[in-house]
């Protein structure tokens, strides 16, 4: 449950976007400014970084290491967070380079 209060501390609970570019060796994802300043706001200690370079191999390896979770180490190591404190803002979403959402990972919603 979110008290007035809190949402006043967080700011508005929406995901945090990645954004992710190709290039021929491997694709390159970054934090969009809205979420940056959204992370900063919430967690100011933690260590963002300005991308993440993964190159075709690396991210086979992920994906072979990690499974469906890979996205989650993506997400984990652009922004220094926990899978608790990313889901805290509203989990996370990460754009193709067409723009489309390649995938998301978003908290659950009990019915009340």
């Known amino acids: 449950m979110i008290l007035?209060?809190?949402?006043?501390e967080r700011g508005p609970v929406a995901p945090v976007d990645i954004y992710a570019?190709?290039?021929s060796d491997g694709f390159t994802y970054a934090i969009g400014?809205?979420?940056?300043?959204r992370i900063i706001t919430v967690f100011p200690h933690t260590k963002l970084r300005p991308s993440l370079f993964l190159s075709t191999g690396?991210?086979?390896d992920m994906i072979?290491?990690?499974?469906?979770n890979w996205w989650e180490q993506v997400c984990k190591l652009l922004t220094g967070l926990t899978e608790e404190q990313?889901?805290?803002l509203g989990g996370y979403r990460?754009?193709?380079?067409?723009s489309a959402v390649w995938h998301e990972g978003l908290p659950e919603v009990h019915a009340r």
């Open 4 to 8: 007035a209060d809190d949402e006043e």
């Open 86 to 88: 990313v889901f805290s």
């Open 21 to 23: 570019t190709q290039d």
């Open 94 to 98: 990460i754009f193709h380079p067409n």
């Open 64 to 68: 072979q290491q990690h499974g469906e």
């Open 33 to 37: 400014p809205t979420s940056r300043e």
């Open 58 to 60: 690396t991210q086979q």
